[in-house]
C-alpha cells in the first residue's frame, strides 16, 4: 500500500477567520507541492481529509492537480486517536492520501512504525510518502513547499 499523509496548508487563525481558511501562502505553497506531486507520478485512489475548512481546501487544490476524488472521513481531526486509522491502514491496499492535521498525522506516522516517538515533524503543506509491504510500515519520502521546484 501506498499512503500520502499531507498537513493542510496554512491557515488563518481563528480570530482572524473562524473558518480557518487557507491563507494565500497556504493555497500556494499547496499548489506547489500539489504540481511537484503530480510531475513525479503521484496519483492516489482517493484523497480523504477530516471536514474542517483548511484540510478540505488543501484536499480540493491536490485533487485538482492529481485527478482524484475527495471524501471526508471520521477520526482525521487534531486530537483523535491514531490508532482505530492505523488499524484500518493495516487492512488496505492501493494508493490513499490523507489531508490532516497536528498532532493527529505524526501520532499516526509513529503508530504504524511502532515507536513512541514521530520520526518526522510535519510543517504546512508537507507530504509524508509510507509504503507498507511484507515487513511492515516505511517512510518512503518527506517533502515540503521549500524544496520543491
Avoid: C
Avoid at 499548489?31 to 503521484?42: K, M, N, P, W
Amino acid at each position: 500500500m501506498e499512503l500520502y499523509l499531507v498537513q493542510h496548508g496554512e491557515a488563518y487563525p481563528e480570530d482572524v477567520d473562524p473558518e480557518r481558511r487557507l491563507t494565500d501562502r497556504g493555497r500556494m505553497e499547496t499548489e506547489r507541492i500539489a504540481r511537484y506531486l503530480y510531475s513525479i507520478g503521484v496519483k492516489p485512489g482517493k484523497i480523504l481529509h477530516s471536514g474542517k475548512t483548511r484540510a478540505r481546501e488543501t484536499a480540493e487544490i491536490l485533487a485538482k492537480y492529481l485527478d482524484t476524488l475527495v471524501e471526508r472521513a471520521e477520526g482525521l481531526n487534531p486530537m483523535d486517536d491514531p490508532k482505530p486509522w492505523a488499524d484500518r491502514l493495516n487492512r488496505e491496499d492501493g494508493s490513499l492520501m490523507i489531508v490532516g492535521h497536528l498532532p493527529f498525522l505524526e501520532k499516526l506516522v509513529a503508530t504504524l512504525l511502532g515507536i513512541e516517538e514521530p520520526p518526522i515533524r510535519f510543517r504546512y503543506s508537507g507530504v509524508a510518502k509510507m509504503l507498507r509491504d511484507e515487513g511492515g510500515w516505511r517512510i518512503e519520502w518527506f517533502i515540503t513547499p521549500e524544496v520543491v521546484p
